[in-house]
């Protein structure tokens, strides 16, 4: 058949799905048979292969609609409810690829392929699984695991044929089945394999995408969620291992996953929170012995001496703040934050305040939580993005609200939330009409400029009945916006404002005040004929 551009990309896809489909994963295998048994009844429809891409209809249980764009398949779509690859898309595939070939041959090939016949003798290229059967039940042993996650990933995402940001997502999921495929029976070894292998994963993915050449913005946008992920991940796991009875034999992988964690710091130049996070998780969970910490702060000292130009010190810096942190070496700590600016250190801050918190470490978290707050306004106003801002000025008052109520320090609280105006805007409020600080709550809702009538009506009822002025300055100043507009709807909400007006003067016997406002209202604005319509039309004036 003749050689077309759409002819090479279906070739190409033929080799991609060979290689992110392995015949030893059994979720793999059955969809190859599934997708396989629906092409081969002719329940593949409506095939139209276009220049760059291939749509169909799969008559299954209910007919659905496929489209394939074989450079780029982590971008088709299925209107089956699977998330992936699904049957569907491989009934089209294999529908398309008889144009170009044989499908008995691609099945057979992909069943049998040379390079597994080839790495069949060598346990490196071998799954837990696969080692158990031919070897029978072995030990845990770290490094093979090791070499077994990188071989994995390196077969699956490490191919320069698919450098696509969006294939990344369906490979690593593809990677993540397998793994998990080959994890020890045993549950307290089945937890840290599971975690070494986010370790490793994590490394290896943060390292491909600099040598994909991935901007920021490509990883945010194509796969960030990966790693958080990960992290979430890493987290639970944490958990889950620390409330078991851990074995003697888990020192010596514990040990060795301390070395490796240290390359999550140089193991990219890109994702520094996200690596900083985990390298952080672990070492409060794991890797407790002094002389660890020692030996780390050491390491990284080192480290830090021989950094190349171009490599950014930050990561590095960070992990020696956390680990003189853990050692109790608070002065050394606040040295390593003096080399960053302040809108550099204040995200990181937050998470030591909660560490030194969960110690009941008060006077250590009083330092820390004068250090963010001096700070965190540089970074509130270099974020940019106002919902991101809200987000993290309110997890940075949870975590700064138990020390200020264990040592009575609800003026610091106050401080921070002022500090951090307008995001904390809702936690202010909060406080100030709670304490009955009506005055001020007053001044805070004209501070961020918000209308009379899009106040709580509960709490205007019951500021109206307690301390009626505080609202006086809040009609007058949305009267006179609403005037400035100088549009018939705007006049009617002046007058329904200034109506209001004239009640609470009247409740707080202030007639002749009123009317002084209104007649200086009144002349200031004596060209406004359609104002003064509306005045007399709501018998606001005679």
Not at 290 to 315: C, G, M, T
Not at 441 to 463: C, H, N, S, T
Not at 515 to 539: G, I, M, V, W
Request: aromatic content about 12%; hydrophobic content about 40%.
């Amino acid at each position: 058949m003749e050689s077309t551009p759409i002819n090479q990309q279906i070739k190409g896809l033929a080799d991609e799905l060979g290689e992110i489909l392995h015949p030893h994963v059994t979720l793999d295998a059955m969809l190859i048979q599934k997708g396989l048994m629906l092409y081969r009844q002719g329940l593949v429809t409506q095939l139209h292969i276009g220049d760059e891409d291939i749509t169909a209809i799969v008559q299954d249980v209910m007919p659905v609609k496929v489209h394939i764009n074989p450079n780029f398949l982590a971008v088709s779509t299925c209107a089956c409810p699977e998330q992936g690859l699904c049957r569907h898309q491989l009934a089209v595939f294999f529908s398309a690829y008889s144009r170009v070939g044989s499908v008995t041959d691609w099945v057979e090939t992909w069943r049998e392929p040379a390079r597994e016949q080839k790495s069949f003798s060598t346990w490196g290229m071998q799954t837990a699984r696969d080692l158990i059967k031919a070897n029978g039940v072995l030990k845990p042993d770290y490094s093979r695991w090791v070499h077994s996650f990188e071989v994995s990933f390196d077969t699956l995402l490490a191919s320069k044929k698919y450098a696509s940001p969006f294939v990344i997502p369906e490979l690593f999921g593809i990677y993540e089945r397998r793994i998990h495929a080959s994890s020890p029976v045993e549950q307290e070894w089945r937890l840290l394999y599971e975690l070494v292998g986010i370790v490793v994963s994590f490394k290896k993915l943060a390292a491909l995408s600099e040598q994909l050449g991935h901007s920021e913005d490509m990883v945010k946008r194509a796969y960030l969620p990966i790693f958080h992920n990960l992290m979430d991940d890493a987290e639970e796991l944490a958990l889950k291992i620390g409330v078991q009875s851990l074995p003697f034999a888990f020192d010596e992988f514990i040990v060795k996953l301390k070395d490796d964690a240290f390359d999550l710091l140089t193991c990219a130049s890109k994702l520094q929170y996200e690596r900083v996070f985990l390298y952080r998780l672990l070492w409060v969970h794991f890797f407790k012995k002094k002389p660890w910490r020692e030996e780390e702060i050491e390491k990284i000292n080192a480290a830090l001496k021989v950094l190349e130009d171009w490599q950014s010190p930050a990561p590095l810096l960070l992990a020696g703040i956390h680990v003189n942190l853990l050692h109790g070496n608070d002065e050394n700590a606040l040295q390593f934050v003096g080399h960053f600016g302040d809108e550099e250190i204040a995200p990181y801050m937050v998470y030591w305040i909660d560490y030194l918190t969960q110690l009941k470490a008060w006077r250590r978290v009083g330092l820390v939580i004068e250090l963010f707050l001096q700070k965190v306004k540089v970074y509130l106003d270099k974020m940019g993005s106002y919902q991101t801002c809200v987000v993290f000025v309110r997890n940075a008052l949870r975590s700064i609200g138990p020390y200020c109520s264990e040592n009575d320090r609800v003026d610091l609280y106050e401080r921070a939330m002022l500090l951090m105006l307008p995001y904390s805007f809702a936690d202010y409020e909060y406080l100030l009409f709670e304490r009955g600080q009506y005055e001020r709550w007053g001044e805070l809702q004209a501070f961020v400029g918000l209308d009379f009538y899009d106040l709580p009506k509960d709490r205007v009822k019951m500021i109206e009945r307690e301390q009626p002025e505080v609202l006086l300055a809040m009609l007058h100043q949305t009267a006179q916006y609403e005037i400035a507009q100088k549009n018939r709807p705007s006049y009617r909400m002046a007058v329904r404002h200034l109506k209001k007006l004239r009640t609470l003067y009247k409740k707080l016997k202030r007639v002749d005040d009123w009317q002084y406002f209104l007649d200086t209202l009144l002349y200031k604005n004596r060209r406004l004929r359609a104002f003064h319509e509306e005045c007399r039309r709501s018998k606001l004036i005679e």
